[in-house]
């Protein structure tokens, strides 16, 4: 089972690089630990993840306005928001070979519930685990951990004039989560946009984690893409509305092609003081060995605006015109990482397929909404000016709608390869019978079938299809 898991995180890690989804940050300089960019189709991936998101979060709604608020902010949000005081992990480390764990991490390897337990318990569970000699270090085995610590997430920078760069006052942190903004923003938006209770502001940002293991390729990183929505509403509706959110956002999955089986609800027993409900959508991911958190839907209160406004002095709070009542908003989000869903859709697509005689395809078979290219172009032959031309010209004509690729290299074979793995749906080939009867080869990335379209109708069929 182990060796399966590892296969296919492997496979995927090599198939991303090589075909230019994702590459190591900094590669030539040994790379930056859990930091990752994203290459030409892997932008284009990922863009489409976030545009469909965005398009049922904001543009199919009446209720959902967007926003995209500055990476840093006033320091003091993270202190009113209790970031700066606890928002850190317990972190071990092997006296042998240096390694960094999370002490959660390991205890819920052993079926103990750590998650945002108190320093003292997870230190008395590593303790049993020790004398048990259970307790061993994840990369080398040894036994020699020490106690557990709390480590800050919290990315530090420093902004102002060079000669008191490095002074505390000037310290600001890079956002843990983009939320930050949004709450900073909701007086702004309720002023300046027609909004009235309950209505969401949604946005997706950069945000910053010194996580201490990071070793998942792009699902847990240093410096990620979240796409959050907060919904303020009045505390009598947060049970029909949070109901209302969980709902949209499970069929969301449902409809790009994730099956019901490969996703579940996973319910925090442990809440934070002010939580009332979280649930996370929970993945079956076959690269990291099962089942893992892709989405948290939670229910906050009225904890962040009432910390703002205790700690800004502003009044943050809502008017309902009809029945005067005056009240701070409770706060319920949809928090999701762009990276996750990223590897989530690639797990889901990567498939090697048997063609018999020993041949095997490898092919991404994305969701074609999502899919990087939706269309490749290819001249049957290189060197016939004729059929190059003509291919141009419909590979023109196409790109003013989607997404295209030109591709003359090598022969056909090789061309269908090299789209099978970025997961292009349609190929569309060039050859003789263009010139003389006007039809073009149209060749589908699930089934290989290949079907003869007129130039004419290539847009309606493509249309109909993608
Ligand atoms: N505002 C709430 C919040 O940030 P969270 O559970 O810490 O809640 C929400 O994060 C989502 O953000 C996670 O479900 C995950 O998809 C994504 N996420 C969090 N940390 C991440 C990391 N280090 N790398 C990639 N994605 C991350």
Do not use: C, N
């Given at each position: 089972m182990a060796d399966k898991k590892e296969t296919i995180m492997e496979?995927?890690?090599?198939?991303?690089?090589?075909?230019?989804f994702v590459f190591p940050s900094s590669e030539i300089y040994g790379g930056l630990g859990a930091i990752y960019d994203y290459g030409h189709y892997g932008t284009l991936l990922k863009n489409n993840i976030r545009d469909s998101w965005w398009k049922h979060m904001v543009q199919y709604r009446d209720d959902v306005v967007g926003l995209d608020s500055a990476i840093f902010m006033h320091p003091t949000t993270w202190v009113a928001s209790g970031h700066v005081d606890s928002?850190?992990?317990?972190?071990?480390d092997c006296r042998n070979c240096k390694a960094r764990m999370r002490a959660d991490h390991v205890l819920e390897a052993f079926d103990i519930v750590a998650d945002k337990m108190p320093i003292e318990f997870i230190n008395a569970e590593l303790d049993k685990l020790r004398e048990q000699g259970k307790l061993k270090c994840v990369n080398c085995g040894s036994k020699d951990i020490t106690e557990a610590k709390r480590f800050s997430l919290m990315v530090k920078s420093n902004l102002g004039s060079p000669t008191d760069a490095l002074s505390e006052e000037n310290v600001v942190y890079l956002r843990p989560e983009t939320c930050g903004g949004i709450y900073l923003e909701y007086k702004n938006?309720?002023?300046s946009t027609r909004v009235k209770l309950p209505f969401g502001i949604a946005q997706v940002g950069k945000a910053f984690r010194n996580e201490i293991v990071a070793r998942q390729f792009v699902f847990r990183t240093r410096e990620f893409e979240q796409m959050e929505m907060q919904y303020f509403l009045h505390?009598?509706?947060?049970?029909?509305?949070?109901?209302m959110w969980r709902d949209a956002r499970w069929q969301w999955y449902l409809e790009l092609g994730i099956a019901k089986e490969d996703i579940r609800w996973y319910?925090?027993?442990?809440?934070?003081?002010?939580?009332?409900?979280a649930y996370d959508i929970e993945y079956n991911f076959r690269s990291l060995g099962g089942f893992k958190e892709v989405e948290g839907i939670h229910a906050r209160g009225d904890w962040d605006l009432s910390q703002h406004s205790k700690h800004s002095g502003k009044i943050l709070d809502y008017v309902d015109e009809k029945t005067k009542e005056k009240f701070i908003p409770h706060i319920m989000e949809t928090s999701v990482g762009l990276g996750r869903?990223?590897?989530?859709?690639?797990?889901?697509?990567?498939?090697?397929?048997?063609l018999g005689e020993g041949k095997t395809r490898t092919v991404l078979k994305l969701p074609k909404v999502l899919a990087p290219i939706k269309v490749a172009v290819f001249p049957l032959l290189k060197n016939k000016p004729e059929l190059v031309a003509k291919a141009r010209e419909v590979h023109d004509m196409l790109r003013k709608q989607y997404m295209c690729e030109f591709d003359d290299n090598g022969n056909v074979g090789k061309r269908y390869r090299r789209q099978d793995e970025i997961g292009t749906p349609y190929c569309v080939t060039i050859d003789f019978d263009t010139l003389e009867k006007g039809t073009v080869t149209v060749r589908d990335r699930d089934t290989m079938e290949q079907t003869s379209v007129s130039v004419e109708e290539l847009s309606v069929f493509l249309e109909k299809n993608l």
């Open positions: 496979d995927l890690v090599s198939l991303t690089k090589r075909r230019g928002f850190d992990d317990p972190q071990i938006t309720l002023d505390p009598s509706m947060m049970d029909e509305k949070y109901d319910k925090h027993e442990k809440l934070a003081h002010y939580a009332s409900q869903l990223f590897l989530m859709f690639l797990d889901k697509a990567f498939t090697v397929e048997d």
